[in-house]
């Protein structure tokens, strides 16, 4: 962009609204810009924006922005996204860990005995959550450093409760 946008002090939308110093859309104008563009160039579609660029189901977009370095992609999961929206994504992830480990260490609690993965997953999943085994078995550890379980079977993530 050239320093063009400074000095002309409209807006680059063509309504012709004074802007600040520094800016080239009226608030909200941008998003006008946007559609008018997608309208004039590409039928209004962001499919096909994104296509006459290369991008598709087989090269996305959000790989560029992340080979870029404009966006990050999640250290858990597949998620990509600018470093504000990752940060949000990992605090619904930490809440939702958060969650369903207390959720599981009350049902070890209130049962008692002797728990596997698959009866953890089950538990979790009565309980609204969508946990993988790999998780399951990362609490299970956790708990049994925390003394609430005692693995069982050294060969298989069996774990007994130990207290209640």
Excluded at 33 to 51: T, Y
Excluded at 65 to 89: D, F, L, M, T
Excluded at 106 to 130: E, N, V
Aim: with cysteine.
């Amino acid at each position: 962009m050239t320093d063009n946008a400074t000095t002309v002090n409209r807006c680059y939308c063509g309504c012709q609204t004074t802007v600040g110093y520094g800016r080239t859309f009226a608030p909200g104008h941008d998003k006008i810009a946007e559609a008018a563009f997608l309208a004039a160039h590409h039928h209004s579609s962001v499919a096909e924006l994104l296509k006459s660029q290369g991008y598709g189901p087989d090269n996305p977009v959000t790989d560029a922005a992340v080979k870029a370095g404009a966006w990050k992609q999640c250290e858990h999961c597949e998620y990509k996204g600018a470093p504000e929206s990752i940060r949000n994504h990992m605090a619904k992830v930490q809440k939702a860990e958060s969650n369903q480990r207390e959720s599981l260490e009350k049902s070890l609690r209130a049962l008692g005995g002797t728990w596997d993965p698959s009866r953890g997953m089950q538990t979790l999943r009565d309980a609204g959550f969508h946990p993988s085994e790999k998780y399951i078995r990362e609490v299970y550890r956790r708990l049994a450093d925390d003394g609430l379980l005692e693995k069982i079977d050294e060969n298989r993530a069996i774990y007994f409760v130990t207290e209640q």
